[in-house]
């Protein structure tokens, strides 16, 4: 017997076919609560191995566990039921073989429900996302800036900044559309080269700080809601949410303070009020 929903899910496969047509909108999100503020008006979810910075203070992304990310991948998928659900392979989940790559892909799948899984690098990870395709597992590839990679790459900077640099990131794009990749990240790069990128493969790009010119764009949701301490140059702010908690916060510590923290009274109160 199969359950039906009322609403369908987006897939892998949908979001492929968007390719060159509407632009596909992403955001990451970690919690059951943000995820289904986001759904509503987004293609993909990105449970993105930023969470390691985001939710948890670390200085880089290196630490995470696959075990957080399926903790919260889990989460997003009950808070959401419209959008694909991407889940971020953490740095030591996928590099070390094929079959590596694939028993903790399938344990994502698996353990989460989410849709598909995300990770980083270009024609080096080539023959393990087709080792992962051919075996049901949908990768979404990321390029250009790989953050996972700060330990050999020393810090967070644009990628191609000059066109003689271009190359790798030209083969690495290639590298991960002909493996089976269903769509690409493109990381800090400028725009001359997103658009070149963007033209050479037949999946859909999604850029973050690589401007217009790719298939769909994503941020880290708290960085364009003004809650992140420190954001790359690149975000654009959707909003200003901290100084509204902190307001909301202080509004209740004094209330708290001064004992005028409202008692049940003030609720039956309310209850009695209606009709
Ligand atoms: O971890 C993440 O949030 C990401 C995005 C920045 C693309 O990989």
Excluded at 47 to 66: C, F, N, Q
Excluded at 78 to 92: H, I, N, Q, T, Y
Excluded at 105 to 110: C, D, G, I, P, Q
């Amino acid at each position: 017997m199969s359950i039906q929903k009322d609403v369908k899910r987006l897939t892998a496969p949908d979001i492929r076919a968007r390719k060159g047509g509407d632009a596909i909108v992403m955001l990451t999100s970690y919690h059951a609560h943000t995820a289904s503020l986001v759904d509503k008006y987004c293609d993909v979810i990105l449970v993105g191995d930023s969470l390691g910075m985001v939710m948890h203070g670390l200085e880089t992304t290196v630490p995470v566990t696959l075990d957080m990310m399926i903790l919260q991948g889990h989460a997003v998928m009950r808070g959401s039921e419209r959008a694909l659900v991407v889940v971020d392979m953490p740095f030591g989940s996928y590099e070390a073989s094929r079959e590596q790559a694939f028993m903790n892909a399938a344990r994502v799948l698996k353990e989460t429900g989410c849709g598909a899984i995300k990770l980083e690098g270009g024609a080096r990870m080539a023959e393990t996302i087709r080792f992962l395709v051919e075996r049901g597992v949908p990768v979404m590839a990321h390029v250009g800036l790989t953050p996972q990679s700060i330990n050999t790459i020393g810090s967070f900077r644009a990628q191609g900044r000059d066109e003689g640099d271009w190359g790798p990131i030209e083969q690495d794009t290639l590298a991960v559309s002909q493996a089976g990749a269903f769509s690409v990240v493109i990381e800090a790069v400028a725009e001359p080269l997103a658009r070149k990128l963007t033209a050479a493969v037949p999946i859909p790009t999604i850029g973050i700080g690589a401007s217009v010119a790719c298939d769909g764009q994503v941020l880290v949701l708290e960085d364009m809601l003004g809650l992140s301490p420190r954001v790359p140059k690149f975000v654009k702010r959707y909003g200003d949410l901290g100084p509204g908690i902190e307001k909301a916060v202080a509004d209740y510590a004094a209330e708290v303070r001064s004992r005028a923290f409202p008692g049940p009274e003030h609720v039956y109160a309310m209850k009695t009020k209606k009709p």
